[in-house]
Nanobody, 126 residues
Framework: QVQLVESGGGLVQAGGSQRLSCASSGGTLRTYAMGWFRQAPGKEREFVASVARSGISTYYADSVKGRFTISRDNAKNTVYLQMNSLKPEDTAIYYC???????????????????WGKGTLVTVSS
């Protein structure tokens, strides 16, 4: 059973950087495409980024392209989200997701995700 645990959230100033991590306390993550989603107060959950099982192919929401980088270390069973040039509108709870489909499918449809983490709050102050 895959259990995802996010870490690295917190308060950061606009223009700053933050790195989120997602580890599995259960099964291996190497058999899943992995991704990050976020939900801001009063808004629906939205896709942020996803990475293929190999780590080679990545996909990003237009709102974070060029600022965020998703990566994975299958040996450490961990996925990362490096967030640079943060903006107040990036404030949200960030959720890690594991999906048995391909990474591109996560970008199109988050409803197919197999496992979700409980989320970590990122607050960007202006």
């Amino acid at each position: 059973q895959v259990q995802l645990v996010e870490s690295g959230g917190g308060l950061v100033q606009a223009g700053g950087s933050q790195r989120l991590s997602c580890a599995s306390s259960g099964g291996t993550l190497r058999t899943y495409a992995m991704g990050w989603f976020r939900q801001a107060p009063g808004k629906e959950r939205e896709f942020v980024a996803s990475v293929a099982r190999s780590g080679i192919s990545t996909y990003y929401a237009d709102s974070v392209k060029g600022r965020f980088t998703i990566s994975r270390d299958n040996a450490k069973n961990t996925v990362y989200l490096q967030m640079n040039s943060l903006k107040p509108e990036d404030t949200a709870i960030y959720y890690c997701a594991a999906d048995s489909r391909v990474a591109r499918a996560m970008a199109a449809d988050g409803d197919g995700v197999d496992y979700w983490g409980k989320g970590t709050l990122v607050t960007v102050s202006s």
